[in-house]
């Protein structure tokens, strides 16, 4: 376990749902078309991706339970990733826009603690990471528990979806962010915030397009899209134009990620404002961000290292 998250004040006899955010290159605001497309832009940085150490964000779900029957504390740490391999990059060079980020890749995999990279490991020794330990009962934590069990007992047709759209099965997607909450919202730290993360996307050719054959397992979302999107005019152009093609409704991470430092304000910790407050969306998660945290007594600022992390107590 990353001592960052091993060595957090749990207090004794009680349990935690831990959220772990590597923030990504650069802020995707879905709420403006045009923040949107500066946003991508960071992605392809090289240098905005060495200063972030990380190509695209990740989050990662852990628990730490009391243990119950005389058992000690039971504690794990575990994501899902996927798109490996450049996947979704070539789907930007064939023409698909921003489709890239919208598809389905079937190569989605759990990454336990056993395997966390050594470059995760490095961005949160760093202290770029966002880190929230929120208290919740041992049976929330338990029911974290069966959950993740339950997900590997899928066959691994039902694990490899790899996707921020939402399924009926899946109503948070199946990226990291996703996943994640889905395990908080079962433990019952996130289930009162996380409806209000969600946002409803509106898709323009001037960002989507419809692109060469992908190569196997990758499923681009069906749009009403005609013709190939170039990376330059991707990148240059006016995302507020063009012709709807459709819609999407989905977790928007950066909302999760203002979730995690409002969390660190409240323990003393100063972030920019990460997402304009004029955008109805955004505002309606800030109030969302602030109710859901007066749930909790105390916010404790904590320092692990060069880490800064917050534990929520209940009391």
Not at 284 to 303: C, E, N, S, Y
Request: proline letters at 7%.
């Amino acid at each position: 376990m990353p001592p960052e998250v091993a060595l957090l004040p749990y207090d004794r006899g009680r349990a935690y749902a831990v959220l772990v955010i590597l923030p990504s290159p650069a802020i995707v605001d879905l709420s403006s078309p045009g923040r949107a497309r500066r946003g991508l832009a960071g992605f392809l940085d090289p240098l905005a991706v060495q200063r972030a150490g990380t190509a695209l964000g990740h989050v990662m779900v852990g628990w730490r339970c009391a243990g119950q029957a005389g058992a000690g504390a039971q504690a794990g740490l575990v994501s899902k990733t996927g798109a490996a391999n450049g996947r979704g990059y070539r789907l930007l060079r064939q023409g698909w826009g921003m489709g890239a980020m919208l598809a389905s890749y079937d190569d989605g995999r759990l990454v336990t603690l056993a395997e966390l990279p050594d470059q995760q490991r490095r961005v949160m020794r760093a202290g770029r990471a966002r880190i929230l330990a929120m208290e919740i009962t041992e049976d929330g934590c338990q029911r974290m528990r069966r959950a993740l069990a339950r997900y590997l007992a899928q066959p691994p047709t039902g694990q490899a979806r790899y996707s921020m759209v939402p399924t009926q099965a899946r109503p948070l997607g199946d990226g990291c962010a996703g996943f994640a909450l889905c395990l908080t919202d079962t433990g019952g730290a996130t289930g009162a915030l996380t409806p209000w993360l969600m946002r409803s996307v509106e898709l323009r050719d001037s960002f989507m397009g419809l692109g060469d054959t992908p190569e196997p397992g990758v499923t681009p979302l069906p749009t009403g899209a005609r013709a190939p999107l170039s990376l330059l005019r991707l990148l240059l152009g006016d995302w507020s134009l063009g012709a709807e093609v459709g819609a999407v409704r989905l977790l928007d991470p950066e909302l999760l990620q203002c979730a995690l430092e409002q969390a660190g304000a409240r323990a003393g910790y100063r972030f920019a404002e990460r997402l304009p407050m004029e955008d109805p969306v955004n505002a309606a998660a800030q109030a969302a961000i602030a109710r859901w945290l007066d749930g909790w007594h105390r916010a404790t600022p904590v320092r692990v290292g060069r880490a800064q992390a917050v534990v929520l107590h209940r009391r």
